[in-house]
């Protein structure tokens, strides 16, 4: 029997720390049973975030979604630090008395929350962290060095600017075309999308690149391209370290730049964002001690531009790089798979 989601968003379905509700409605929309927000119920998805172009109905409380049959509720934010929010706690609660398992992608582990534990051991529910990365990852040994097939990392000006996206953007348009491109998950939300990976910004420091290196390793043996979802920014205040990871560790062969248009600042900092030409340099000179890549295509996260001025972006990123750039959601992933596609060749 297959999943069905009750997606809990509470208050946050609209802003960037419902990225992982974002991430099932738009890759896996048959789990969404329902969306549970209280400062939407009534609405559709799509009346809410109309990028998501999903009429999945929002109810305001779990009783109200037992109406939909979901089977399990999953917790559908990334909070700042990654904390069961207050406004979290009660749904989880809920579900639980109502008997759905829930799943979270939290720091704050559900499993290690006494009262939720607790409350699912006597409701003889199961609770899942799909944060808690494997029990042995080595360290990194430069096996990754060997891999013969084409890597491509995903790397950005900043946190939610559409690492995943992207890549889940770019490995669609190569699988219309017969190519054999794999997205490889890195965070909880490409896990939950794909049914595997490692949460790396879990992963104890010494051991992040041992991580990624044992992604790569592991990749399907028929993916002619693996796809790396990146994490976090170089330029970060709090998160550059698990991008250093990452960058380091999947010892990419060509970097994809992604960015969202606008941000002058990192999200929550007072740090400027480089302009796209330095973008690209810093990265290719960080990597090149390691191993050479260059940036090869950009992808735009252009969600709260108008058509005009996303095509303008789209331009004025192409000039100011020489590199191919698009928004893979608002025009699809095709124009940035045949920047890369020369990377790997036809089976």
Request: charged share 25%; net charge negative; aromatic share 4%.
């Amino acid at each position: 029997m297959s999943e069905r989601y009750a997606i809990l968003t509470e208050g946050f379905l609209a802003d960037i720390h419902g990225k992982t509700a974002h991430g099932i409605l738009r890759y896996r929309p048959e789990l969404a049973a329902v969306v549970i927000d209280s400062r939407y119920a009534g609405r559709r998805v799509r009346d809410v975030v109309a990028s998501l172009e999903s009429d999945v109905s929002i109810v305001k409380s779990v009783r109200d979604a037992l109406a939909y049959e979901p089977r399990t509720l999953l917790v559908g934010v990334a909070t700042d630090g990654g904390a069961i929010a207050p406004a979290l706690r009660r749904p989880i609660l809920d579900a639980i008395d109502a008997g759905l398992n829930v799943v979270s992608g939290l720091h704050e582990l559900i499993n290690e929350d006494a009262e939720i534990a607790d409350r699912a051991r006597h409701n003889g529910v199961r609770l899942v962290d799909v944060r808690v990365p494997p029990a042995h990852i080595p360290l990194f040994s430069g096996a990754a060095y060997q891999e013969r097939r084409p890597i491509v990392l995903g790397v950005g000006s900043d946190c939610a600017v559409g690492k995943m996206t992207a890549m889940l953007e770019i490995e669609r348009a190569a699988r219309a075309l017969g190519r054999g491109a794999e997205f490889i998950a890195t965070g909880q939300t490409g896990i939950l999308i794909t049914g595997k990976g490692i949460a790396v910004d879990r992963v104890i420091a010494d051991f992040i690149t041992g991580a990624a290196e044992q992604l790569v390793r592991s990749a399907d043996s028929d993916a002619e391209m693996l796809l790396i979802e990146g994490q976090g920014s170089i330029f970060h205040p709090a998160y550059a370290p698990v991008a250093l990871g990452l960058l380091y560790g999947c010892s990419p062969d060509a970097l994809l730049l992604c960015h969202r248009p606008g941000l002058p600042t990192i999200q929550g900092f007072t740090q400027t964002i480089p302009d796209l030409r330095t973008l690209v340099e810093m990265h290719e000179r960080v990597i090149s001690f390691v191993k050479p890549a260059r940036v090869l295509a950009i992808a735009l996260d252009t969600s709260a531009l108008s058509e005009r001025e996303a095509d303008e972006a789209i331009r004025s990123a192409e000039e100011a790089t020489g590199l191919a750039a698009d928004d893979p959601v608002r025009n699809s992933g095709a124009k940035l798979w045949r920047a890369l596609e020369g990377l790997a060749a036809p089976r």
